[in-house]
């Protein structure tokens, strides 16, 4: 959203408890880091966006753009970005790693393929020995 704006978008801290405030709800998501799941209407998720510019300004957008149509319509809901009570999740202030990287020996391993024949596992030797002495030469 800050981006269709062209602003800098809070931290999330920041925009949780904006919207906390306002009265909804708000969680993380478990498919993105950086997405928010809550029951605030669009139309004060964009309230807080345009008090974010206001209180952030950035440079003014071309007249009739989309980010100048968006920023010239009034707020109704005025954002409050005091820190609120649930906008760190408890996790976070226990250090519970939320998106972990997957261990070095995950992921795709070699395709499984058919049983080499006896000339074919030869020709497969002569090859590795080939490259070896190769790789020793230089």
């Not at 998720?45 to 007249?63: C, F, G, M, Q, Y």
């Not at 261990?103 to 058919?114: E, L």
Request: glycine share 6%.
């Amino acid at each position: 959203m800050c981006k269709s704006v062209r602003c800098t978008p809070p931290r999330a801290e920041q925009l949780r408890s904006a919207i906390i405030n306002a009265g909804y709800h708000v969680s993380g998501s478990h498919a993105s880091p950086l997405a928010l799941k809550t029951d605030a209407p669009p139309k004060v998720v964009w309230d807080i966006i345009r008090s974010w510019v206001k209180l952030h300004p950035t440079k003014s957008p071309e007249a009739g753009s989309y980010p100048a149509a968006i920023l010239s319509k009034p707020i109704e809901t005025e954002a409050d970005f005091r820190r609120a009570a649930g906008a760190v999740p408890d996790s976070v202030k226990q250090g519970v790693k939320r998106f972990v990287q997957n261990p070095a020996y995950w992921g795709p391993k070699a395709r499984h393929g058919r049983p080499l024949n006896p000339q074919q596992q030869k020709q497969q030797q002569v090859q590795a020995e080939t490259h070896r002495a190769r790789q020793q030469q230089q």
